[in-house]
């Protein structure tokens, strides 16, 4: 299962490769992150937590990036 990232108009190298690991993933990001929003840079989780606007900021200071996969690990049903 998983989301697409919606990517940015020129999507950086890596992108892609970064949206199919958190694809392939999945299952592992639900245990771990369950109801967070997490950010992939190189195939890693580079930052995670509840504010998908602080996470974006974590993400972007520690890889110097613009975009990157950001997306909600959705567990269970969620209200929005």
């Known amino acids: 299962m998983g989301m697409q990232s919606i990517p940015p108009p020129c999507a950086p190298r ?8 958190l694809n392939a ?13 997490v950010s992939v840079v190189g195939q890693q989780i580079v930052a995670a937590g509840r504010d998908p606007e602080e ?18 690990v959705e567990r269970g049903i969620y209200v929005y």
């Open 55 to 72: 996470v974006t900021k974590i993400a972007q200071k520690k890889t110097d990036r613009r975009e990157f996969p950001l997306c909600f």
């Open 25 to 37: 993933h999945w299952a592992e990001m639900v245990q771990t992150y369950p109801n967070m929003w």
């Open 14 to 21: 890596g992108f892609w490769e970064d949206n199919r690991w």
